[in-house]
């Protein structure tokens, strides 16, 4: 019964504080180019305005592949806060995409493709090394548990320094800052018309931008999990994080894909399997 | 709906077409993304994308050419929609009004809401056109501004 209230705390909380971030991301933005900037407020204005636009669906498919998104990224939300399996959440995490990508592919708009051919090489860039991540999880810990990263005193920050690394890499691709926003981008760039978003409309883009809330409310909290005892310091960790995609977003210049594959991949596979291998090694698992 | 009705207020999303426009008015209305005049700070934010946008800025007059896709980017921008005439070439045909291949103002398309003159219009008019609009559709929602 407790379970159940915790999950359903996380997934009534966890737009706020997504949407609340999702604000504080704009006004610092506009702060670091020297503007004024929305109120914090301001996505959930955006937010509750998409909801009373007129629905304009180019295809019913669409929105099967939009409620999965939604779906699975809050089971993937819910798998972290009731401390389950961190391998699941990271092939739900997976599914959550390829819904997506899938509803940028179930129109006939070549934008909305070239966008879901895009978020297909993004997903490829993050992937391995959020499995890496589970991964060498299991090696520190002996358990895929996210409730075994809790029981450990030591911090995972120590051992897997490199994967945190990696991690950060992961998050700017996901919260599709600056050097990698290459399937879609944010407010006031434009990326072959929205890159994959062109063709959500009205309530629907406002279903999008529900579950980004949830994204980058799931990505901070497996920022967190590296500092996981006292969980405070891992949530100053994560915010700290963020702070810092907000700096990389706005310092840097839009890259190409075949760019961010090979950045990333050169960066987070090798940190990730140097890791890795050190553990195993380490703890003569092999 | 309450809520509803008070964030169409508060977050316009604009979105800018250049029919047949000298440029004049469309660096005016890029003018008013830049730090000095800063329209993000009432939610106003540039789309690329009719499908996403809210109030329709329009500059230049209408030709032969830009009509067909004027009406086809109005048609495809949900309800409820505004649409604001930027320059006195979007408002009338300006100084091209007798051309042949120019039909004339916007309005020869499509309705027009807001009507923002001056060659070029300021980005002062420009957002205080903007605003016109908004407290138009607040009048018709009966929303407070």
């Known amino acids: 019964m407790n379970q159940w209230l915790l999950a359903i705390i996380a997934v009534v909380v966890a737009p706020f504080i997504g949407g609340i971030l999702a604000g504080i991301d704009r006004k610092i933005s506009a702060r670091l180019q020297g503007r004024w900037g929305p109120p914090i407020v301001q996505p959930f204005y955006d937010f509750f305005k998409l909801l ?75 992937e391995p090394v959020l499995l890496l991540m589970a991964l060498a999880i299991y090696a520190q810990n002996g358990s895929f548990m996210i409730s075994e990263i809790f029981k450990n005193n030591t911090p995972l920050i120590v051992p897997l320094w490199p994967i945190f690394i990696a991690l950060i890499y992961v ?89 961010m594959v090979k950045v990333s991949w050169a960066v987070g596979l090798i940190l990730g399997v140097l890791n890795l291998a050190y553990l195993y090694l380490k703890k003569g698992v092999l | 709906m309450g809520i509803i009705h008070t964030s169409r207020i508060k977050s316009p999303w604009i979105m800018h077409f250049d029919n047949s426009s000298c440029n004049g008015c469309d660096i005016e209305v890029l003018a008013c993304l830049t730090p000095l005049y800063d329209i993000e700070r009432f939610g106003i934010v540039n789309m690329g994308n009719p499908k996403h946008a809210d109030v329709l800025v329009v500059t230049g007059a209408v030709n032969r050419r830009t009509a067909r896709v004027l009406k086809n980017l109005y048609d495809q921008i949900p309800d409820p929609k505004m649409v604001v005439a930027v320059g006195t070439c979007a408002c009338s045909g300006g100084v091209f009004h007798n051309c042949y291949n120019i039909l004339g103002g916007v309005d020869k398309v499509i309705p027009v809401d807001v009507y923002v003159p001056g060659c070029a219009a300021r980005p002062e008019a420009i957002i205080d056109g903007v605003v016109l609009a908004l407290q138009k559709l607040a009048k018709l929602q009966g929303v407070a501004i």
């Open chain 1, 171 to 259: 998050l700017t691709i996901k919260l599709r800052k600056s050097p990698f926003d290459i399937s879609t981008s944010h407010h006031a760039h434009q990326e072959l018309v929205k890159g994959i978003m062109t063709e959500f409309s009205g309530p629907y883009y406002a279903l999008v931008l529900l579950t980004e809330w949830y994204e980058i409310v799931l990505l901070l909290g497996l920022v967190s999990l590296f500092w996981a005892n006292p969980l405070w310091v891992g949530i100053i960790i994560a915010l700290a994080a963020f702070v810092l995609e907000m700096f990389i977003d706005n310092i840097a210049a839009r890259m190409t894909a075949g760019w």
């Open chain 1, 52 to 126: 009373g636009k007129s629905k304009i669906a180019v295809s019913r498919v669409q929105l099967v592949w939009l409620y999965g998104y939604l779906f699975f990224m809050i089971t993937s939300l819910v798998l972290l806060v009731l401390q389950q399996d961190i391998l699941l959440l990271v092939f739900m995490l997976g599914f959550a995409g390829i819904c997506f990508v899938l509803a940028g592919f179930s129109c006939k708009s070549p934008y909305s493709h070239f966008g879901a051919n895009r978020e297909l090489l993004q997903m490829l860039s993050y």
